[in-house]
C-alpha cells in the first residue's frame, strides 16, 4: 500500500520541542518533494516548509522561522519536522504531502497527520 505515515506528535510545553516524522510505505522518497502542513480547530490547513529533492527548503508560512527546520533521510525513507520553541499557537493537526516535482506541485500522496499540542 502506498501511504505516508507521521509520527512524533504530542503534548508539549510552550517552550519545548518535538519531532514529527513523515516516513513513506510503498514507494521511495528520493524522488518526491515533501511537504509539512498544518490545520489548527476552526481554521484552514497553511504549509509550513517543504524540502525538496535536491534538499532546497521553500517556507511557506512566516511564523516557524528560526524555530521549526525540515530534513530528509533518503537512506530511511523519512523527512523529519524539527520544532522547537515551541508556542500554543502552533496547536494544530500536521500532516505531510509528496510532490512531485517541486514544492508547488499538486500532492500525490498525503498522510493522515498527527496532533501537536502546545499547553502548560
Known amino acids: 500500500q502506498l501511504q505516508l505515515v507521521e509520527s512524533g506528535g504530542g503534548l508539549v510545553q510552550p517552550g519545548g520541542s518535538l519531532r514529527l516524522s513523515c516516513t513513506a510505505s510503498?514507494?521511495?522518497?528520493?524522488?518526491?518533494?515533501i511537504g509539512w502542513f498544518r490545520q489548527a480547530p476552526g481554521k484552514e490547513r497553511e504549509g509550513v516548509l517543504c524540502?525538496?529533492?535536491?534538499?532546497?527548503?521553500?517556507n511557506y508560512v512566516d511564523s516557524v522561522k528560526g524555530r521549526f527546520t525540515i530534513s530528509r533521510d533518503n537512506a530511511k525513507n523519512t523527512v523529519y519536522l524539527q520544532m522547537d520553541s515551541l508556542k500554543p499557537e502552533d496547536t494544530a493537526i500536521y500532516s505531510c504531502?509528496?510532490?512531485?516535482?517541486?514544492?508547488?506541485?499538486?500532492?500525490?500522496?498525503w498522510g493522515q497527520g498527527t496532533q501537536v499540542t502546545v499547553s502548560s
Open positions: 504531502q509528496a510532490r512531485i516535482p517541486s514544492c508547488y506541485s499538486a500532492a500525490t500522496y
Open positions: 510503498g514507494f521511495t522518497l528520493d524522488y518526491y518533494s
Open positions: 524540502i525538496s529533492t535536491s534538499g532546497g527548503i521553500i
